[in-house]
């Protein structure tokens, strides 16, 4: 469970990212909640995942998920840069997830 509690804590972790750049865009109180919200359940879930995984672990699963999702994300909604250097270091973290995911006790 706790694999798919820092999944879910990921999941917020770009989704409050995304909703910086909507802030940043639109200062409405409808922004701002959503971002609160989004930061919230990402750290809620984090916590809940280190209840059972190591901190390092988790942290840096939950950080690639983040960074990886938040410039995906990025390139997909926001016009950013999609060269070929910066997707073959996207799909680094990504794999770099995966792999501690596959070597992991849990």
Request: hydrophobic fraction near 60%; glycine fraction near 12%.
């Amino acid at each position: 469970m706790a694999w798919t509690y820092l999944m879910i804590a990921g999941l917020g972790e770009m989704f409050g990212v995304l909703m910086i750049n909507k802030f940043h865009i639109e200062r409405t109180l409808t922004s701002l909640l959503l971002l609160i919200t989004g930061f919230s359940a990402s750290f809620l879930f984090l916590a809940l995942s280190m209840e059972t995984l190591p901190m390092g672990l988790a942290y840096a699963v939950w950080t690639g998920i983040g960074a990886a999702g938040g410039a995906i994300f990025g390139m997909l909604l926001y016009g950013e840069p999609k060269d070929g250097k910066r997707i073959f270091f996207l799909s680094l973290i990504i794999a770099a997830v995966v792999g501690l995911k596959l070597v992991s006790p849990s």
